[in-house]
């Protein structure tokens, strides 16, 4: 039996809220503890379980529900911020990375032009010659 611990965090511009994931995953009937936040949900459990709840609750918005490992264990003393006093550790990044979900939402949606570009030069070099061409670049 193994215990792992994940983040579902919702992009921004997600329809959804965290309350409405956490009500979603306690209807799966499971034996994950969730915890809802103000990015998303925390989910323990038996891997087995959690990775089911994780994609089951991905099918719902799949391109603005994430997923990310959690090191910790919940409740653990050493990433509680009420013994710091301050944002526990690890907030910040995950602050940052929360602000380029809609950008990475607007990738997902829309690949832009996939035909190929072609090539002016498509004749190979030898090594000699990349040093060469890399040397003069200096």
Same mark, same amino acid.
Request: charged share 30%; glycine share 6%; aromatic share 8%.
């Given at each position: 039996?193994?215990?792992? +611990?994940?983040?579902?965090?919702?992009s !921004?511009d997600?329809?959804? /809220?965290p309350?409405?994931? &956490?009500?979603? &995953? +306690?209807a799966?009937?499971n %034996?994950?503890?969730?915890?809802? *936040?103000?990015?998303g949900i925390?989910l323990?459990?038996?891997?087995?379980?959690? %990775?089911?709840v994780? /994609?089951?609750l991905?099918k719902?918005? !799949?391109n603005?529900i994430f *997923?990310?490992?959690? &090191?910790?264990?919940? $409740?653990?003393? #050493? #990433?509680?911020? &009420? %013994?710091?006093? +301050?944002? #526990?550790? $690890?907030?910040?990044?995950?602050?940052?990375?929360?602000?380029?979900? !809609? +950008?990475?939402v607007?990738g997902?949606?829309? !690949? $832009?032009? *996939?035909k =190929?570009i072609?090539l002016? %030069?498509t =004749?190979?070099i *030898?090594p000699?010659k990349?040093k060469?061409?890399?040397?003069?670049?200096?």
């Amino acid at each position: 039996m193994e215990v792992v +611990s994940r983040l579902l965090v919702l992009s !921004p511009d997600s329809q959804y /809220s965290p309350s409405y994931l &956490a009500r979603a &995953a +306690s209807a799966l009937e499971n %034996n994950v503890f969730i915890k809802q *936040t103000c990015y998303g949900i925390l989910l323990e459990g038996e891997k087995e379980d959690v %990775n089911y709840v994780s /994609s089951e609750l991905k099918k719902i918005d !799949p391109n603005r529900i994430f *997923t990310k490992i959690r &090191a910790f264990p919940l $409740g653990d003393k #050493r #990433r509680c911020r &009420a %013994n710091k006093g +301050s944002a #526990r550790p $690890g907030f910040y990044f995950l602050e940052k990375e929360i602000d380029l979900l !809609p +950008s990475i939402v607007k990738g997902l949606e829309s !690949p $832009g032009d *996939t035909k =190929k570009i072609k090539l002016k %030069n498509t =004749k190979k070099i *030898t090594p000699e010659k990349f040093k060469e061409i890399m040397e003069k670049s200096i």
